[in-house]
């Protein structure tokens, strides 16, 4: 049995002090410190008066430390899994891009190989952004490669796949929607120009999910407001990279005014680039130039982000004034739930998963843990 004492634990509706976490593999006990029996444990840690928190879920991630999901191999996925936990990741989706099918199955069987994982952030399937999804609003997909929505092709694959990007406004027939939602995978609107009316259409089918909100897709206009009108007039969950370069901080504060916050998951959509220095890099077999903490194509088009969860729950912080607890659960409890696992992961409670994270004020991580183990120390 391990301990982490002298800590402020973040609950979804408040923050529990002056108690002790009491852990294996998973939480077993969360007591009071009067109640803590020093002698019962093998290993303490001393939060020194920092913030635990359950471990964060990235939902939509393409790449860091110098790899990518499309490259297919274990290695990628190993050292992006490993990198993670500095950022207070312990859980993710491998996010994929608009590629040709074989090289897309490539790294849907490299995402199925390595789900059970041995060391870092866990892998809990993946995220499938592209390629079914809009010409004029592919933003950094590669155009080529996009065809309209048929499940025949991911089919094989419905067991990896959590959540698939579509645009509603192309031919998507019925069979494709109830398909995904048999499957337990979450049709996410994004990559489109689909109307107003066209989009809650589709989410009267059954999408729930909106990805990355304002980027690629036509802009909110009073007389048209589209897919960013939909997700406003609904209780869809959004994506937000609150990097202050996708999305203004003026604009993270109407999204948290706006939206329920239990609606709103902080993504990063990082690349390669994430956790490397600025330069040459690449996304989708495109080149990407990073200068100034700002990725782009060699035409300007924005392509992913370098955004760390650590750094993305800060902004919002600091951008919008929400409470601690409500951007904490943006990152931990709403992606839980809507992969259907948080009886499992997503909060300190007994008999879960022990994937905590420890971090101060400025949310610096300083400890993370999976499923019990210390996987990162600053």
Request: charged share 20%; aromatic share 8%; with cysteine.
């Amino acid at each position: 049995m391990q301990a982490i004492i002298n800590g402020k634990i973040i609950l979804p509706q408040k923050i529990l002090e002056n108690h002790v976490i009491l852990f294996d593999a998973t939480i077993k006990h969360v007591i009071p410190r009067k109640e803590f029996k020093p002698k019962s444990c093998c290993r303490i840690f001393d939060a020194h008066d920092d913030y635990i928190a359950p471990g964060f879920i990235n939902m939509h991630i393409h790449g860091c430390s110098g790899f990518d999901v499309m490259d297919a191999q274990p290695a990628a996925l190993e050292i992006m899994a490993q990198s993670l936990t500095s950022t207070g990741v312990t859980a993710f989706l491998p996010t994929t891009m608009t590629y040709d099918f074989p090289k897309i199955y490539k790294a849907l069987e490299n995402i199925r190989t390595f789900m059970p994982g041995k060391w870092g952030a866990r892998v809990l399937g993946c995220n499938l952004e592209g390629p079914f999804i809009s010409q004029e609003f592919k933003g950094a997909q590669a155009a080529k490669n996009i065809i309209p929505a048929n499940f025949d092709k991911i089919e094989q694959y419905a067991d990896v796949i959590k959540i698939i990007t579509i645009a509603p406004e192309k031919f998507v027939n019925d069979d494709f929607f109830q398909l995904c939602k048999k499957n337990g995978i979450v049709i996410s609107l994004g990559h489109s120009g689909a109307s107003y009316e066209e989009a809650m259409t589709a989410i009267d089918k059954g999408a729930t999910h909106i990805t990355h909100l304002f980027n690629a897709m036509t802009p909110f206009h009073h007389r048209y407001p589209g897919l960013i009108g939909a997700a406003f007039d609904s209780n869809v969950n959004c994506e937000l990279i609150a990097d202050n370069i996708h999305v203004h901080p003026a604009v993270q504060r109407l999204v948290y005014k706006t939206k329920n916050s239990s609606n709103i998951v902080l993504v990063t959509d990082s690349m390669r680039a994430c956790l490397q220095k600025e330069g040459v890099s690449e996304l989708g077999g495109q080149k990407v130039f990073v200068r100034n903490k700002i990725a782009t194509l060699k035409d300007g088009t924005i392509a992913g982000s370098i955004l760390t969860m650590d750094r993305a729950v800060m902004n919002f912080i600091t951008n919008t004034g929400a409470p601690l607890t409500e951007v904490v659960s943006m990152v931990t409890v709403n992606p839980a739930k809507e992969l259907g696992l948080y009886d499992q992961i997503g909060s300190i409670s007994q008999d879960k998963q022990a994937d905590m994270v420890i971090f101060d004020n400025n949310i610096n991580i300083k400890t993370t843990f999976v499923k019990g183990v210390q996987t990162f120390q600053k």
